[in-house]
């Protein structure tokens, strides 16, 4: 696919990982982006800016005052045409400049210069990667939109294992297309999206929850933000990392859920109800832990609302109420009895017994099904992946 019209900035600074930026560069001009080099003087220490001027077939931009001929400075002209900017490696230093307005080179002068997206890949080692100082510095980078491809565990520059590794060229490269194609076919909607599993409190210390990684949910409240929507994420106690430029309201129980849900409804053009919802709440709440008495012990429980069926029934015409079926057995003819019971606009079918399917994975296998009887049969596919294809059916589904 050709990409011609697209100027990326590749930051690259002095991170052990640098070799995978090489990588990355030549993939991007293969794929036919225009790719500009700003490199940090730590970085030409570990490669030098001849390779990455032979493989992006432009000049590299080192140093602010070598303007050349033009009368204009390089990295203003430069941060103007840019459509993103991706800083692979990262290291804490630069991440430390840019969250402080920092600019005493090129690369963090660039970094304040630009006004298109940026996205950075982290590397460093755990504990450099876990300094409070650090961590500071990212959460502000991130409260300020910029996007993060998070580093994983694995084997690091000082021959540790941990956290802290440059994640892949792939995952790069998929965030850079995904940040550059995704269609604003959502702009203007407000889209509210429910992840992760609900608690149900037996006593201070005991609960009632199910296996909900909250993956599903926060990969669709991704893909929703990235086509433009103002998006609120309504998330159960999950392990997965909340997405940057999301609004996430944490709720443990059904009813805090439901709470969390009905407000604002009205207001809310989409509602992807993702979350592993607990049907049964215990009857009574000892606010004393439970002692241990008979060998037996009975709880009675007691059913709680069915949220989305309520939403079904409170919709007006151009809301949209997206459910999933997670089912064991039956699985569309389950699916397409709570798409009518729920009056949902599309039901994700899901069998969570299915390999590489359900809970805690990074991958799905969905059936999407609407009202007016499609069936449409997923492969195995990433989370994201699904997410995309829930909300280009939202999309035609608005459009109809
Ligand atoms: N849901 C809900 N309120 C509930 C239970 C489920 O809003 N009390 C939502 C879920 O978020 C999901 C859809 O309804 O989008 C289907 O959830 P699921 O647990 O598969 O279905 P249930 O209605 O609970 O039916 P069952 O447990 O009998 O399969």
């Known amino acids: 696919m050709k990409q011609a019209n697209k100027t990326i900035i590749l930051g690259v600074t002095g991170g052990i990982a640098i070799h995978k930026s090489i990588d990355l560069a030549s993939q991007l001009v293969k794929q036919g982006y225009s790719v500009h080099v700003v490199m940090t003087e730590n970085a ?63 690369l963090s002068t660039v970094a304040i210069s630009v006004h298109c997206p940026i996205l950075i890949a982290p590397a460093m080692e755990q504990h450099m990667y876990e300094n409070p100082f650090v961590a500071a510095n990212m959460q502000t980078l991130k409260e300020h939109g910029v996007e993060f491809v998070e580093p994983v565990s694995g084997d690091l ?75 609120l994420l309504i ?53 004393n832990k439970i002692k241990k008495r008979a060998d037996q012990l009975t709880l009675p429980l007691e059913q709680n ?39 949902c606009d599309l039901i994700i079918a899901n069998d969570v017994s299915a390999e590489g399917a359900g809970f805690e994975g990074d991958t799905n296998i969905v059936t999407l099904l609407d009202q007016n009887g499609n069936c449409e049969q997923l492969p195995l596919l990433s989370k994201r992946e699904v997410a995309d294809h829930i909300l280009d059916r939202v999309v035609e589904l608005i459009l109809s």
């Open 44 to 106: 030409t220490r570990l490669v030098q800016p001849i390779q990455f001027q032979v493989i992006s077939r432009n000049p590299v931009l080192l140093d602010l005052f070598d303007i050349g001929s033009d009368w204009k400075p390089v990295h203003i002209d430069l941060a103007d045409k840019a459509d993103l900017l991706a800083i692979v490696p990262t290291t804490a230093n630069i991440i430390g400049k840019m969250a402080n307005g920092i600019a005493d080179d090129a």
């Open 235 to 287: 998330s159960g106690p999950a392990t997965a990392a909340p997405p940057t430029g999301v609004e996430t309201r944490y709720i443990e129980t059904t009813l805090e859920l439901q709470d969390a849900l009905l407000e604002g409804f009205d207001q809310t053009d989409i509602v992807v109800m993702a979350a592993a919802v607990a049907d049964y709440r215990p009857q009574s709440f000892s606010a």
């Open 157 to 231: 520059a000082s021959g540790k294992q941990g956290m802290g590794r440059l994640n892949t060229v792939e995952v790069i490269l998929e965030r850079i297309t995904q940040m550059l194609q995704t269609p604003k076919d959502l702009d203007g909607k407000r889209v509210v999206v429910t992840a992760g599993p609900t608690r149900e409190y037996l006593d201070p210390v005991r609960f009632i929850s199910n296996r909900s990684s909250g993956k599903m949910g926060y990969a669709v409240a991704e893909a929703a933000r990235d086509r433009g929507a103002e998006v």
């Open 305 to 343: 609302p069915d949220i989305a069926q309520a939403l079904g029934k409170r919709k007006k015409k151009g809301q949209i109420t997206v459910g999933f079926a997670a089912e064991t057995d039956d699985l569309l003819e389950n699916a397409q009895k709570k798409l009518i019971k729920k009056n």
